[in-house]
């Protein structure tokens, strides 16, 4: 993956995916004299757990049969004062379906050893919790 990352002044950045042309623009937290007005780069962080895990799921879990349509991910991302860091991130995953206790595992397994959760940094405290929905 390559990108442009532009910063457009008033605490906004724009980074723009090279090869498909998305662009995801960020800006400051209110605290840091920004409008919160969209994700902060930290946001983007936190989400990007969230989506790692349903990702890993769906893709690990097509060849065994498990779909993971409609399942969200409900996170909430603090930050630490000093020094100025993100500090916990909680998760509650809640996957709508059926599945057998083998997949369950599979699935729970498979979201916390996802590529962005094998990438945070230890002291980051993380909290998954995983509902399943019939």
Known sequence: MTSTITYLGDY?????HDKSGA?????????EGGTSEMFSP?????????QSMLMAIAVLGKARGIDISGATCHLKKCTF???KR?????????????FTAEQKQFIEETALNCPVALSIHPSVQRTVMFEFNS
């Open 81 to 83: 004062p000093e020094p």
């Open 42 to 50: 930290s946001d983007v962080f936190g989400i990007s757990f969230g």
């Open 86 to 98: 993100i500090g916990t991130i909680f998760c509650i995953v809640r996957i709508p379906g059926d």
């Open 23 to 31: 662009e995801i623009t960020t800006c400051a937290p209110l605290r």
């Open 12 to 16: 906004k950045i724009m980074s723009r």
